[in-house]
């Protein structure tokens, strides 16, 4: 069907699709952008195009033509600047959509690399070496991976490959110990590497009273799928991260609860976590 509108401007219901769609897109790209600083870098670029187009609505040929140059060279340029938000944009369309879910479980079923539950005895642990931590204010940061591969983090650290057990958890992050400072690595019941550095966050509204292992541990859920847990040094509180926000924990059982819960092969489980508490970054003032 042909829409006549205004008497000169014909649309049919498939341009009327395509526009909603492209404006639908756009403003999908804007909310994602907001709290990074790769905004500015975009409006910059826009101010570019924008310009290109004057140019060549007023004939300017060399202008035209230096712009044109420009914007071809900064394609490449771009794909540089915008890998790690390229990457975070990739990684969750193909977590959060239905056939990116269920292609990876088919995909690690015929690796041989199937995700499972951690068991109950590796949650024990990780939660009783992080109540001793927590009374001690002995500062500790855990990534615990799920279907996203760490193995660029894992590379920058020193690998253990020792069982789960809450003494060398607490060994390990011991004030004096060569390997307590970053991040400990535990993946399928297995404490795979100490010493690991986390990318830091680059948003502005992270409070003011989140020290370097927050902003880390924030950093981390927003490259990847995986869930971490921050004991703070300055008072000892406990904090579950996962998809970039911070859930305090108030007594063990929780931590036992969101550990024991953590997702083999779905995210998101209900039954284990409390949205209640959960809240957005800026407005949890926990360190």
């Known amino acids: ?16 699709l395509d526009v ?47 712009v044109s140059t420009f914007i071809d060279v900064g394609v490449v340029a771009l794909i540089v600047i915008f ?30 690399h199937e995700e499972r539950a951690m068991e109950a005895e590796s949650v024990r642990e990780i939660a009783a070496a992080c109540q001793a931590m927590s009374e001690t204010k002995t500062g500790a940061l855990i990534v615990l991976p799920h279907k996203v591969n760490l193995n660029y983090i894992i590379e920058q650290g020193d ?18 110990s ?13 404490i795979v ?15 003011a009273s989140f020290g370097m292992r927050h902003k880390a541990s924030i950093g981390m859920t927003e490259e990847s799928d995986a869930d971490v847990i921050v004991v703070s ?16 924990i108030e007594n063990i059982n929780e931590l036992n609860l969101l550990l024991g819960g953590a997702r083999s092969s779905e995210r998101g489980d209900s039954s284990v976590s409390n949205p209640e508490k959960e809240e957005s970054v800026p407005e949890n003032k926990e360190s």
């Open 1 to 16: 069907m042909i829409l006549d509108l205004f008497g000169f401007l014909k649309l049919s219901f498939i341009d009327i």
């Open 20 to 66: 909603i769609l492209v404006a639908f897109i756009i403003f999908l790209f804007f909310r994602w952008m907001r709290n990074s600083a790769a905004l500015n870098i975009f409006l910059g670029i826009l101010f570019i195009y924008v310009l290109m187009v004057i140019v060549d609505a007023l004939h300017m040929k060399l202008m035209s033509k230096l």
């Open 83 to 112: 890998q790690p938000e390229i990457r975070h944009f990739l990684m969750k369309v193909g977590s959060n959509s239905g056939f990116g879910s269920k292609g990876g479980r088919f995909l690690n079923k015929i690796l041989g």
């Open 159 to 176: 690998r253990i490959d020792a069982k789960v057990s809450r003494r060398l958890i607490m060994n390990i992050f011991f004030k004096n």
């Open 178 to 190: 060569p390997l307590h400072d970053g991040a400990m690595i535990i993946s399928n019941d297995r």
């Open 193 to 207: 590497a100490a010493r690991c550095t986390l990318p830091i966050t680059a948003r502005t509204d992270i409070p």
């Open 233 to 248: 040094e300055e008072t000892g509180r406990i904090s579950f991260v996962r998809n970039a926000v911070v859930t305090p």
